[in-house]
T-cell receptor, first 112, second 118 residues
Framework: DSGVTQTPKHLITATGQRVTLRCSPR?????VYWYQQSLDQGLQFLIQ???????AKGNILERFSAQQFPDLHSELNLSSLELGDSALYFC???????????FGPGTRLLVL | AQTVTQSQPEMSVQEAETVTLSCTYD???????LFWYKQPPSRQMILVIR??????QNATENRFSVNFQKAAKSFSLKISDSQLGDTAMYFC???????????????FGKGTKLSVKP
């Protein structure tokens, strides 16, 4: 158990819908990262937050957004969902941006 | 831009034997970390080992060790005394420490699927 929690574990939804994935970092970690793992693209970095502020964006679609709240938990919002958004979404956390990242168990999203 | 290449999509090893997984990377930076993560069938991403680029000494963690060749940009993982529980996808990852938008983001290779056979 890494100490990073993600909910829900599984999510099944329809095209065009919107979902919210939630992540709670390890105690003491200020940095949160979101990654997408799909068969086509492998593991890709989406977005990084540090102490509530967005620090970096990767290959994140405009239909996706995220935020980190004052209690340091983070949410990833996916809207206008398409079949291709089906993937495993990981949250990771670290003490600060230059430290080892520990991953949550992931949220498996299936868009039908 | 940094890239990470794992040239072995699949490998297998007999229980108790030793296996080495390969990873090469491309970067113009001098200050970075390299990682190996393991993803068993449960799909959880588990840290195996970390190597700091400024350290010449190769990192070790119990049965796991790396061969870090900075000039060659090579970072292989050796698993000794392989166990059935080592069966997993193994991902090599690069993280820059240089200040900027990429700092702290992990860049992953495509993975090597390792099967440990009894």
């Amino acid at each position: 158990d890494s100490g990073v929690t993600q909910t829900p574990k599984h999510l099944i939804t329809a095209t065009g819908q919107r979902v919210t994935l939630r992540c709670s970092p390890r105690s003491g970690d200020l940095s949160v990262y979101w990654y997408q793992q799909s068969l086509d693209q492998g593991l890709q970095f989406l977005i990084q937050y540090y102490n509530g502020e967005e620090r970096a964006k990767g290959n994140i679609l405009e239909r996706f957004s995220a935020q980190q709240f004052p209690d340091l938990h983070s949410e990833l919002n996916l809207s206008s969902l398409e079949l291709g958004d089906s993937a495993l979404y990981f949250c990771a956390s670290s003490v600060e941006p230059r430290e080892t990242q520990y991953f949550g168990p992931g949220t498996r999203l299936l868009v039908l | 831009a940094q890239t990470v290449t794992q040239s072995q999509p699949e490998m297998s090893v007999q229980e108790a034997e030793t296996v080495t997984l390969s990873c090469t990377y491309d970067t113009s930076e001098n200050n970075y970390y390299l990682f190996w993560y393991k993803q068993p069938p449960s799909r959880q991403m588990i840290l195996v080992i970390r190597q700091e680029a400024y350290k010449q000494q190769n990192a070790t963690e119990n049965r796991f060790s790396v061969n870090f060749q900075k000039a060659a940009k090579s970072f292989s993982l050796k698993i000794s005394d392989s166990q059935l529980g080592d069966t997993a996808m193994y991902f090599c990852a690069f993280m820059t420490l240089a200040y900027g938008g990429s700092q702290g983001n992990l860049i992953f290779g495509k993975g090597t699927k390792l099967s440990v056979k009894p």
